[in-house]
């Protein structure tokens, strides 16, 4: 009996969703040839027994195939077609809100989440006029989860990860050692309330009904705020600590 075998020739041709399927194999598994076969059976689209039927060296063939498409690096996409609706990545990072780039921060290093990050940078076109466009506002529920999207655009996003670096060098202050804890990931509390101690105890003011609001404004805006707040605190401590001596 003969297998029709399709091999993808692009990450353009493998899906987030069919990635990170056989990422949680990956990483419950240690058998290098369950992995083998896995891998053929979810990025060809293949039954697993008709991987089985397979000869040996044709299956290591089509493995290191796939293994060299993942080592590529792709280009930026910043427009693309899925189902028939347009998306478009955000035009300027730096005009993102809070609420986005939190998102974006958690999300982008997590690869079973990594279409929430997605669907952040890319969403539906609304508008556009030769290369420039408008694209509709984020939705934390957005109905379009992305999860179909193409590899090499998933791998060229990650281009994130300098804007976040630029952030963080931006607001050096407030991403460094923080005396007061209040983004000191060496803390269990920080760790585990991470950004939502920050936009509850310092920008919402310990008031909840404030946080949907405050995660709609620019995300310079807000880290420049809580920069302020903390060098504020920081030089009242050291007031009180001087009049104590």
């Not at 990594?114 to 466009?133: D, F, T």
């Not at 984020?138 to 090499?152: F, G, N, Q, R």
């Amino acid at each position: 009996m003969k297998v029709e075998l399709i091999v993808p020739s692009d990450l353009s041709e493998i899906t987030l969703k069919q990635y990170q399927k056989f990422l949680k194999l990956q990483d419950s598994n240690e058998d290098n040839y369950f992995l083998q076969c896995k891998m053929i059976e979810i990025f060809c689209n293949l039954e697993a027994k008709n991987v089985r039927m397979l000869k040996v060296g044709d299956a290591n063939k089509v493995v290191e195939v796939l293994n060299n498409m993942f080592e590529a690096k792709p280009d930026l996409t910043r427009r693309f077609k899925i189902g028939g609706v347009e998306y478009g990545m955000i035009p300027n990072l730096d005009d993102i809100s809070l609420g986005e780039y939190i998102d974006l921060d958690t999300y982008i290093g997590d690869w079973q989440n990594m279409q929430i990050a997605m669907n952040v940078l890319y969403r539906p076109i609304e508008k556009s006029i030769g290369e420039k466009y408008t694209i509709v506002d984020y939705e934390v529920d957005a109905k379009e989860k992305l999860e179909e999207i193409p590899m090499d655009i998933v791998l060229g996003s990650i281009f994130f990860l300098q804007f976040r670096d630029r952030i963080i060098n931006g607001y050096g202050e407030l991403f460094g050692a923080a005396a007061d804890g209040q983004l000191d990931a060496s803390t269990n509390f920080s760790r585990k309330y991470g950004w939502y101690q920050n936009i509850f105890s310092s920008l919402a003011q310990n008031d909840i009904r404030r946080i949907e609001d405050i995660t709609k404004l620019n995300v310079h805006k807000c880290l420049y705020a809580l920069e302020y707040m903390k060098e504020k605190a920081e030089l009242e401590a050291k007031r009180i600590k001087k009049n104590f001596k």
